[in-house]
């Protein structure tokens, strides 16, 4: 809970001659307040304000032990009455604001309002800025948040929470240098005095920030020292997992998604990229069982159905794998790689004419599809189009001009069906110089 910011030295309130009982009532308010015993405060700001309806020092004490005893909507009141008394108490408003913000749902513009009128009386005290920040950060205004964090930074701010959130912020934007510079300095306040669990969690957020910068090793090193810092911080090697797969250490990664799991076996999305991992490393038994789980959970992601669907085609199980890929295509009839894999359903089935339709249907959803064309290029050719499988491996190779299966395979066309051998070569020696090893066979046997 973010504690109400209360500046002893700082507020004069304006006190009338009053009686010494109120007097009293006060100063042992005060004592109550300051050693955290807040009901036996209150009553007594209770008993000083039932003498004098006019003491913007009760109600403001008061406002602030309700809120500690979580009494939200009579704090408020009280700090109401402050501004009533004084509108120029700047604290007040800062203490409303708290409440808006922490304490209350969906009362973040009114929050920002308020807390512009402490920054009208006080331009230089940071927890004001600070409040706006968190205020427009969660209405996902981030641009907006990032500025108010910024003035509460340059105007000395030295909490920590400053820093982060200016962090995440930038990173919601796409500021990654700004936003590894935030966090780089939170993690350097936290150092002197923060705990373990916070520094995890700086870690942890700072290591989307390397994947944003493509600092892939750093980003793994980040969430390595996370979960060193906190080793309950298990959520950093479903992340690793994450990136590993997405760099093709897919190994590795099914490694961290089974750590994750030991102790959080009912998050499915897990079971799903593991499942993902080992589809691509040829377990598709295994990519098969945990896809199973994560469907179980989930039966809306098309995503799922379709992994699965392919992993069951690799697995010759080409019926489910139907059954699958209409399931996908039914939630979601814009993904180009369901109908690839749809269209070796029905080659298994010998339905050509709706395999190539399915070819052309990948291709029209996404017209940048290497994996496409080359599919297509190698059904045609199994048609004996082959100058229609030249033509769609020549659009591959000018969507990626490295992709040395695609000239392994325009090569071998042109040295098999239509008759141009030097320029088949020429395929050859460009997919060998790509790292295409069956292409240096090739060559050997054909080429001089």
């Given amino acids: 809970m973010r504690k109400i910011f209360f500046i002893f030295s700082t507020l004069v309130f304006t006190i009338n001659l009053f009686s010494q009982s109120f007097e009293v009532y006060i100063s042992k308010g005060k004592k109550l307040y300051q050693v955290s015993k807040y009901a036996e405060s209150v009553t007594c700001f209770n008993k000083a304000i039932a003498l004098t309806k006019n003491s913007e020092e009760a109600y403001m004490y008061r406002g602030q032990a309700k809120y500690f005893l979580k009494d939200y909507d009579a704090a408020k009141k009280d700090f109401h009455k402050t501004i009533k008394l004084n509108p120029e108490n700047p604290i007040a408003y800062y203490n409303l604001s708290t409440i808006l913000i922490f304490e209350e749902e969906n009362s973040y513009q009114e929050a920002i309002s308020i807390i512009d009128k402490a920054i009208e009386i006080e331009n230089d005290e940071p927890t004001y800025y600070s409040n706006k920040g968190f205020a427009n950060y969660y209405m996902k205004n981030y641009r907006e948040a990032i500025k108010a964090f910024t003035l509460a930074i340059s105007h000395n701010s030295m909490d920590v929470s400053d820093y982060y959130y200016c962090g995440k912020s930038n990173y919601m934007v796409k500021n990654f240098t700004l936003s590894e510079i935030n966090f780089n300095r939170a993690l350097e306040m936290n150092s002197n005095n923060g705990s373990a669990k916070s520094r995890a ?50 190994i590795d990664a099914i490694k961290d998604f089974s750590f994750y799991l030991q102790t959080n076996a009912s998050d499915y999305k897990a079971y799903y990229f593991r499942g993902v991992a080992k589809c691509k490393i040829k377990d598709y038994a295994g990519a098969i069982d945990d896809i199973n789980i994560a469907i179980q959970s989930d039966s809306t992601k098309a995503d799922y159905f379709q ?58 959803l996404d017209f940048n599809s290497t994996i496409g064309y080359k599919r297509r290029a190698d059904f045609k050719e199994l048609l004996q189009d082959y100058t229609g499988a030249r033509d769609d491996y020549d659009k591959a190779i000018a969507l990626d001009p490295k992709d040395g299966e695609a000239y392994y395979s325009r090569g071998m066309l042109k040295l098999k069906y239509l008759n141009v051998d030097d320029r088949g070569c020429a395929d ?20 001089e």
């Fill in 201 to 250: 969690k700086i870690l942890y957020d700072m290591a989307f920030t390397k994947v944003g910068l493509e600092k892939y090793a750093d980003a793994i090193l980040c969430l390595d020292t996370a979960y060193l810092s906190d080793s309950s911080f298990t959520e950093a090697f479903y992340v690793k997992g994450r990136i590993k797969s997405d760099e093709g250490n897919y």
């Fill in 428 to 447: 050859l020696s460009m997919a060998a110089a790509l790292g295409n090893k069956d292409a240096l066979d090739e060559i050997e046997e054909n080429c």
């Fill in 307 to 364: 992994y699965r669907g392919e992993s069951k085609v690799y697995a010759s199980d080409y019926t489910g794998a139907m059954i699958d890929i209409n399931k996908a295509i039914k939630l979601d009839s814009s993904s180009s790689p369901s109908y690839l894999i749809r269209a070796i359903c029905n080659i298994a089935f010998k339905d050509d004419s709706a395999a190539m339709n399915d070819y052309n249907k990948a291709i029209s």
